[in-house]
């Protein structure tokens, strides 16, 4: 397999912090990977400079053969790229139909409804986005993601504060995605049970740099995972 | 080791606590102890609840089953101004110094509630006694300094009211690693000087090396907890932060 989403030598500052730092990534076609990473350590900045959300000091983003570095958002979106957010970002004032109305690609009612229904939420359609459960509006935001039928979908913490019937719906809509359409995903996640069951290979970050890559069970016991989660221990 | 074990001579008593925000339980059934004059070092993954066990300590969150005590004294229902009155004071994970205002006000602002001036200018001499660095940037702006020496500042502000807890809600966050020796050597020294302290820490690996017990959150319940070394030894706390561990 290849990479379908690559990211070569990013770095990336916030004032004097280093959010990224020579972050190199790749995200091969028609897969589940995982990235994780303690707090702080860049995983939704690596979110924002891929989906253009954020610009990179330096370094690359490639999809495919072509070069996205620091395009515009709808540019990354047009491309193939569809991401969600930590926190979801719906409209509460609109009902779920009219908000997954609002994307230009959106290709009708019908189509919208689908969507709706592939996640599980169509019988909300005529209720206000406001009034859903956080794990409902995290399936809301997919669904939304999904009418762009983008290459590549991009999850920022999906499972967070989502209660565990849903979190199950989520992970198998991502699975069923995965099978049958061969959409690659890339997905941060502190959850470790689901991350580590739904991906076949998990990326791990620590302090902007991509310190490990590989199957879940190698990443649990690689001491770079694990000085990454329990910290470096200071010589007091 | 197990979660349950408590000797009733602890300054803090937490029993069966379940606690959350909304509808959810981010607490679920924690029971823990902080014995009195050493440091008891909380650690565990995101989202395990250790900065909401530290709200509902200091009173900030209600919890809805269980208990707290405070050497014997029952917390439920105080308000966090009534809980400091007893003593428990916390050092918040973010940054809380007044930026315009000097360190020395700084600090003094921590004994604000203490009446008598007297007792207000020992206790500044006893803190700068303490933290001589402290008093060196005196005159200095709390903004102007790095967030490391604003860490120091915020120790020196909670020791105003020499608290019978201290809490530390992750004193290592946001700082650069050469700067946290000097953070968790300050840690040391208030203990030393006869603070009981509750940390809750993000290097689980430093701040349990420091501390003489240590318990290890993971999804709303105490999953390990023993001493520091103990615990930062178990061959579970790796799998408790990535995963697989045993139920």
């Given at each position: ?118 996640v599980g939420i169509a019988g909300h359609h005529d209720q206000l986005a406001g009034t859903l459960s956080y794990g409902q509006r995290k399936l809301l935001e ?21 209660n565990p019937t849903l979190v199950g719906q989520i992970a198998a809509r991502i699975t069923e995605l995965n099978r049958t359409t061969r959409k690659t995903f ?51 | ?247």
């Open positions: 397999m290849s990479a379908l989403l690559r990211t070569a030598g990013i770095t990336k500052s916030f004032g004097g912090v280093r959010a990224l730092d020579d972050c190199t990534l790749e995200v091969e076609e028609g897969s589940i990977t995982g990235l994780i990473g303690p707090n702080g350590s860049g995983k939704t900045t690596l979110f924002n400079v891929i989906t253009g959300y954020a610009k990179a000091d330096a370094g690359a983003v490639y999809l495919g053969e072509r070069m996205i570095t620091n395009s515009s958002p709808d540019k990354v979106f047009n491309a193939g790229i569809g991401r969600t957010f930590q926190l979801t970002r719906i409209f509460p004032a609109l009902t779920v139909l009219e908000n997954m109305l609002v994307p230009s690609k959106t290709k009708g009612k019908q189509s919208a409804m689908e969507q709706l229904e592939f997919l669904a939304y993601v999904l009418v762009a039928d983008p290459e590549v979908i991009l999850l920022d913490e999906p499972a967070g504060g989502v890339l997905i941060v996640e502190h959850n470790m049970e689901f991350v580590m069951g739904l991906c076949a290979k998990v990326a791990v970050l620590d302090a902007g740099t991509v310190v490990a890559s590989g199957p879940p069970d190698i990443i649990r016991t690689d001491p770079r995972v694990l000085d990454a989660y329990l910290g470096v221990d200071v010589d007091a | 080791m197990t979660g349950s074990e408590t000797t009733g001579r602890s300054v803090l008593q937490v029993d069966e606590l379940t606690a959350g925000y909304g509808g959810g339980d981010v607490l679920r059934g924690v029971t823990l102890e902080v014995p009195p004059g050493g440091i008891t070092c909380v650690v565990g993954p995101n989202g395990a609840g250790k900065s909401t066990l530290m709200r509902c300590v200091s009173g900030l969150l209600r919890p809805r089953i269980g208990s707290i005590t405070l050497h014997g004294e029952p917390l439920a229902g105080k308000s966090p101004r009534e809980i400091l009155r007893l003593g428990v004071v916390q050092v918040p994970q973010n940054h809380s110094l007044f930026r315009d205002m000097t360190v020395w006000e700084n600090v003094e602002l921590g004994g604000y509630t203490i009446g008598d001036k007297k007792v207000l200018a020992k206790r500044i001499d006893t803190v700068f006694e303490l933290f001589p660095q402290i008093a060196q940037w005196r005159t200095q702006k709390a903004g102007s300094l790095s967030g490391g020496q604003q860490r120091l500042v915020e120790f020196a502000r909670a020791l105003m009211l020499e608290p019978t807890l201290l809490l530390l809600d992750e004193p290592s966050m946001g700082l650069a690693p050469k700067i946290l020796k000097t953070v968790f050597d300050a840690v040391r020294q208030m203990n030393s000087a006869g603070t009981t302290i509750l940390l809750v820490e993000q290097n689980a690996r430093a701040g349990l090396r420091l501390s003489s017990h240590g318990v290890v959150m993971e999804n709303g319940q105490v999953r390990l907890s023993g001493t520091g070394r103990e615990v930062l030894e178990h061959p579970e706390i790796g799998a408790l932060y990535l995963g697989g561990a045993s139920r």
